[in-house]
Every structure is written in C-alpha cells, then in structure tokens.
C-alpha cells in the first residue's frame, strides 16, 4: 500500500513550534474541526489510501521517475538527480494534493470545490481531480497571473471548471486566497476549499505536507534502489513551500542537508523579491492567511507586494512549517533570483531537454550554484513541474535581454 | 472610567430604555483622514451609540467588496495604525465621547506589539478591540491584555458556531458579543436571512447574559424595525459606507440615515 509520512506529533495541536495556528474567522472554525478529524480518519483507513494509491497510479502515473542528470552534473562538477514531477498527469506536483483533498471532499459530502492558484498549476490539478470525481469547481485567479499564464486559464476551463478572475490587491496568488476563502465562508456548508500549499489555517499544512510527502518517499526509495545510498543534498523550490515539504518530509531524520530555495526575483536589495525569509528587514512573524508565519511587511503590519518572474513562488508568507525547520536550522533557505532561474531554465533545456517550470528552475539554480563549492556531492532536485506554461514569459524575459540565447 | 465600563454602559442604557444601542462601522481614512474624523464626529451627534472605527489592512478576509475598497483607498492615502490612533486622540480633542471600539486583523496588531499597541490604544481614548480573524483559540493572549488595560474585548460568532462553543466564545467577551448574521462576509443585503431571527434567539440563550450585537447585512429602516426588539445591539457598516458614497460624503446625508434608523425601533421618541 501507498506510503506517507505520517502527521507530525505536534506539542501544541495545529502548530509547528511557535508558528501555524488557526487565525480565520470564526464561521469557518466548525468547518476546519469536521475536516482535521475526517483527514485522520482518512489516513488510517486502507480503503481511503487503496484508492488514493490506485489514482496515483493508474492516473497520476506514480512512481514519477528520478533522473540522473548527467550533461548538467557534467558542466557543474557534482551529480545531481531530478525527481520529475513535471512528468506527473498534469504536469506538477499540485496533482497529488488536489486528488488527496477532492477525495476528502467527497468523503465531507461536500461536491463543490474552491481553490486559489498562482501559476495555474494548482488551478488545473484541482479542476483536474473536480472533473475526475465530479465535483463542481471554482478557481480564483489574479488578473495579473492570468495574464502571464494564459493557456492554464484555458485547460481550466476546458476541463469544466468556472475561473474567476480576481482584481484586488495586487492582483496575483495573495489576493486569489483572500477571495477563495470569502467564498469559503460564505458557501461552507456545501464547499469544501482545496488549498493548494503547505499554508494556511490548521489542519492544511499537515494534510498538504501528507499528500505530497509521497514525493519525498518515493525519492528515498528510489535512490537506496539504484544507488544503495541517499543524496548529500536535497534541494527544493519554496513559494508556500509544498513540493519542498513534501520531498524534505521524508528526509528530516537522514543525514541530509536540505536546502529550500525562495525567489529572489530582482534581488533583495531592489525590493521586488518574494524572500521572507532573506530579508530580515521585511520578512518578519505575522499572520497571512490564517497562519503565523514569517510575512513580508511593511512596519505597520500590512502585507507588502511580491515580485517574482514566477507566479507559483509570487506570494508573501510561507508555509509555517518552513519557519519552523528554519529556526531549528534544520533546512537551510536560499534565494534564486529571476535571472539566475532563467539561466537553469536554459541550462536544463539545452543539456538535459527537459523545460522545467520556472518555479523548479529556482532549485535547479541552486544546485548549479551548490555544485562547485561541493565537487562531487550527490544533488537531489525536485523538478515540481513542467515549464510548457512558462513559456511567453521566458520568450519575453529573453527578448528583454534579461538573458540571451 | 475605562473602555470595559464605558462599553457596557452603553448597553446597560440601552437595556433600561428598552432599545437596542445602534453601533456604527467607519473605515479611518476613508475617503480621506481629515473627512473621516468629521464623519466619525457627525456619526456621535447624530446619536449613534458605538462607533467602531477600522483600522485598515491590507489583506481583510471577512471583509466584502465595499469595506474592501474603503480600507484599500484608506491605505493609498497612506493611513497606517499611528494615524488612526492619532484620529481617535483628535475626535476625543473634539468632545467626541461615545465608546470607540478599533475593527482591525490581528497583523497590524503583532506588528506593533500586543503590549505597546493597547497601551497606544488606550492611551489615545480607545475603548475596545473586535478582531474577526481571531477565533477563540487564538484570541486568548490579546483578551488578556485588553482585559488588564481596559480594554473592552469584543468576540465573534457566527451562525455555524454550535450553541456549547457560543457559550465558551461570550464568556469571553468584556464588551458585547458581535454576532455575524450570516454565514458569509461583510456588506449591505436588500433582505436579512431568513432563519436571522431564530439565530439571534439561540444565541441570546447560549450567551447568557452578555449583550449580543448583530451584525452584517443591516442596512435598511426595516431590518432594524426586524431585530430591534431581538437584539441588544444592531451593527451597520457597509450600508453606511454606500450612503456615504452616493452623498459625496454629505454630512447632512450621513447624520440623516442614523436618524431613520433611529426612528425605525419601535417606541422610539421621532
């Protein structure tokens, strides 16, 4: 049968040291009680993994395979392995969160599902699983990533699901939370909401974490198979942080550095960055979304405006469990900056032929960055998804001479 | 006198009248600084009870469209936590006395820090706190200093609130409970829903004695002539707001909408 990490005891329930929680208003507090007890519930029953198992399987394609590298560990001097979840049914990561949580729908009796997306990826899992198991669907979108992920927009739609355009605010990630959660409250006896990171109220960081530590299972398992060893360094992207936690959740007891990558879009110094954990000016402990987390802020406690060239990893909190492994210096959080990705991307493409998302170039920077320092290390990188849909905003990044051919 | 005793004045008179208090939402800072502060005083005279006054954030949750861009136009114009406290000082400056409650999220409030921002509050004539992102669980460290400082602490429920978790929620409260109406967000509804009456009473039940205030979705004469004899307390924000819109703001427009809803509870001296 299928294997997970299970849930971490926690010393006080829904957090992780001082950060998580449950800061939302009080009409969705029954909701989030009814559904931490049906995902327990659902993690120990056998008929609930058997299918989330067959569904992985038969339709996700699971096992996603690890690739060697072997041009790209070439040109850096290191040995670097990709977990490729870009070769998931459609195309990321996202996928195995949404089917977890639209069969918990299912399971709630609720039959209309809600979800925000940035990139579209997770917006296109969740319609994805919502037309699988036929359940009603509405995704809320920023106008501003709408626009730089125009043929998400379509796939939605094409697979049944109403996109909601959303204008407030700066108009990307954030704001398509802060709207999927005013529905929520307003619709939550029928509405079940598919958040689709390792973020928010409690118990969603621990049913993310869950569902996507099958990443991070399969990856050990796959390195001890062919390998007869773990890698030295295991390196993911961090928007809200739940392909990273997925892949990391499987590792925290080995003897494995991990390292969590933010986008460090212009750079810190420019402002237009989505590292809250880099700058330790603006990125500081507050609440976003229901959680207690590291927030960029401004001094006055409102929530400051991101910049990243990729919209997955555009969002101004991260996952509390992150700040957690962060304090006890258990992962090590870096930055990647929009340039930098563009170049992995490149790289990637041109040795491996493989076009990465732009979020998993992040990672991929990191470790051609890793490389030199650690001549030899064994690299994991977790390629959370494909970069098909990135593909205008590279073309015109590269028409602004960020970077050339 | 502190907030606590001056809150529960409030509804004491109203009890003794045999009238709900009429509390009153405004967004500091909206249209302007200097307009709302005039609105906020207008509001006192033309006998509101309790105003809350918001504090804008950026990312409000509970919030629907018209509080969404009254707080969002209010943050353009640059108003941030010390301006509303500074306006709070200005309109006790200007004899304004009625209880003044702050609506805010909690972010703004761990910016500052719990301890130094209910000192500035209290120091600056602020009466009580309602923060809707911050259910019971989490609420218990702020309602503890609001208490110690005076404060008056103003929970939420709302209509999926079993009677058992209400009950633990008004125990809470040092002011009143701020009932939600409806399962949703804020903003003006043309009618009030249709079980709003028999959530009002179970609720009153399960409160046990602490006055309970409604709120969301009131905004007409007739849903204050509804609830008047249901409620201790009848809340109206975004209704305001778009009457205040649609006037340019008018003083005379503002001061004349509490005035009918004033005139809507049944035995009111016209």
Not at chain 1, 288 to 294: A, D, F, K, P, V
Not at chain 2, 29 to 55: K, N, W
């Amino acid at each position: 049968m299928i294997r997970l990490i299970s849930p971490p005891i926690q010393e006080r329930p829904g957090y992780f040291g001082p950060y998580g929680g449950r800061y939302v208003p009080e009409t969705l507090i029954p909701a989030l009680e009814e559904l931490e007890a049906a995902f327990h519930e659902a993690v120990n029953d056998p008929g609930f993994l058997r299918e989330f198992e067959d569904l992985l399987r038969t339709y996700v394609g699971r096992p996603t395979p690890l690739t060697e590298a072997r041009r790209l560990s070439e040109a850096v001097g290191a040995r670097i392995f990709l977990k490729r979840e870009d070769l998931a049914h459609t195309g990321a990561h996202k996928i195995n969160n949404a089917l977890g949580q639209a069969l918990l729908a299912k399971r709630l009796g609720k039959r209309r599902v809600v979800a925000e997306t940035g990139a579209g990826q997770h917006g296109v899992a969740t319609a994805t699983a919502c037309a699988l198991l036929g359940l009603e669907c509405v995704i809320y979108m920023g106008t501003v990533d709408m626009a730089r992920q125009r043929p998400n927009v379509f796939r939605m739609r094409l697979l049944g699901a109403e996109v909601r355009p959303v204008d407030a605010g700066s108009q990307t990630l954030k704001d398509a939370i802060n709207e999927a959660i005013r529905d929520w409250v307003t619709n939550v006896r029928t509405t079940h909401y598919l958040l689709g990171s390792a973020l928010g109220p409690h118990p969603y960081p621990l049913i993310v974490r869950t569902f996507q530590s099958v990443i991070g299972v399969e990856a050990r398992a796959q390195m001890l198979e062919r390998f007869g060893r773990l890698p030295d360094v295991a390196v993911a992207c961090v928007g809200g942080g739940s392909n990273a936690i997925g892949l990391f959740a499987a590792f925290l007891e080995d003897p494995v550095e991990l390292v969590g990558v933010e986008a460090g879009g212009e750079g810190i110094s420019s402002g237009r960055h989505a590292t809250r954990f880099a700058d330790g000016d603006r990125g500081r402990v507050g609440v976003l979304h229901g959680t207690r987390t590291y927030v960029l802020q401004d001094p006055w406690g409102q929530i400051l405006d991101t910049h990243s060239i990729s919209a997955g990893l555009d969002y101004p909190a991260v996952g509390p469990e992150h700040a957690w492994l962060r304090d006890r210096n258990r992962v090590r959080y870096t930055a990647v900056t929009d340039v930098e990705a563009l170049a992995a991307f490149q790289a990637l493409a041109r040795l491996e032929g493989i076009l990465p998302a732009l979020e998993s170039a992040h990672a991929v920077a990191e470790a051609m960055r890793l490389a030199p320092a650690r001549p030899g290390a064994w690299i994991l990188v977790n390629l959370s998804g494909r970069g098909d849909k990135d593909l205008e905003t590279v073309a015109k990044a590269m028409g602004e001479g960020k970077t050339s051919l | 006198m502190n907030g606590i005793d001056a809150v529960r004045e409030v509804f004491q008179r109203a009890r003794t009248s045999r009238r709900p208090a009429l509390i009153f939402y405004w967004p500091v800072g909206y249209p302007d600084l200097e307009t709302s502060i005039r609105i906020v005083a207008d509001l006192a005279q033309a006998g509101a009870d309790l105003i809350e006054l918001g504090l804008p954030f950026s990312d409000p949750l509970a919030d629907g469209p018209v509080i969404q861009r009254a707080t969002q136009r209010a943050l353009e114009n640059g108003v941030r936590t010390p301006h509303v406290l500074e306006a709070v000082a200005r309109l006790r400056a200007m004899g304004v006395r009625l209880p003044l409650s702050l609506m805010t999220y909690v972010n703004p409030i761990m910016a500052r820090g719990i301890p130094r921002f209910l000192e500035e509050a209290a120091q600056a004539g602020v009466d009580g706190l309602i923060v809707p992102d911050l259910p019971l669980e989490e609420a218990e460290e702020l309602r503890a200093a609001a208490d110690a400082i005076g404060l008056a602490w103003v929970p939420l429920a709302a209509p999926t609130t079993p009677d058992e978790r209400l009950a633990r929620i008004a125990a809470t409260a040092t002011g009143f409970l701020y009932l939600v109406s409806v399962t949703g967000i804020t903003g003006a509804r043309d009618r009030l829903p249709a079980d709003g009456i028999a959530h009002l009473r179970r609720a009153r039940r399960a409160a046990g004695g602490v006055p309970v205030a409604i709120g969301f979705g009131i905004s007409r004469p007739e849903h204050v002539r509804e609830l008047a004899s249901e409620a201790d307390g009848l809340i109206i924000g975004s209704a305001l707001i778009q009457h205040g819109e649609a006037s340019g703001f008018d003083e005379e427009a503002l001061s004349g909408f509490v005035r009918v809803l004033r005139e809507a509870i049944p035995g009111s001296p016209v």
